[in-house]
């Protein structure tokens, strides 16, 4: 019975139908607008950091979906939570700059933490990690 609640809850037909996928999805966008207004010299630094992070959530999350395994479908989403941590480190750096004002960086941090949580959530659904019952240490 915890199999079939497992596979029912993590496999889904298309990673597009996965909450954390759409949260991820709507917070790239939302950094990609909040971005558009930092100073030209940022082109290339801290504003294309938090592009680049935002991106890589949505995207860890899809291929996380398409692993074979649980065991790698966790790795992926251990990726997209990693992602997560950078992307709040950078949005709190781009607000102590005065790059984002004190509405946008909670904005985006909040929905950060909701994407977190539904990535745990999933991690929580999925199989654990099986040490080899030869490597225990007693």
Do not use: C
Request: aromatic share 6%; net charge positive; charged share 30%.
């Amino acid at each position: 019975m915890a199999s079939w609640r497992v596979r029912s809850m993590s496999r889904t037909r298309h990673y597009r139908d996965l909450i954390a996928w759409q949260k991820a999805m709507e917070l790239a966008r939302t950094i990609y607008q909040r971005t558009e207004e930092f100073p030209k010299s940022e082109t290339f630094g801290l504003r294309m950091q938090l592009l680049r992070s935002a991106v890589s959530v949505a995207s860890h999350i899809a291929e996380a979906h398409g692993r074979l395994n649980d065991v790698e479908m966790r790795k992926g989403l251990g990726s997209a939570r990693a992602a997560i941590n950078e992307l709040q480190t950078q949005t709190e750096l781009a607000a102590s700059l005065g790059f984002f004002d004190d509405s946008a960086s909670t904005e985006l941090l909040d929905l950060g933490t909701r994407v977190a949580k539904l990535i745990n959530a999933l991690l929580g659904v999925l199989e654990p990690e099986r040490e080899p019952a030869n490597s225990r240490r007693d």
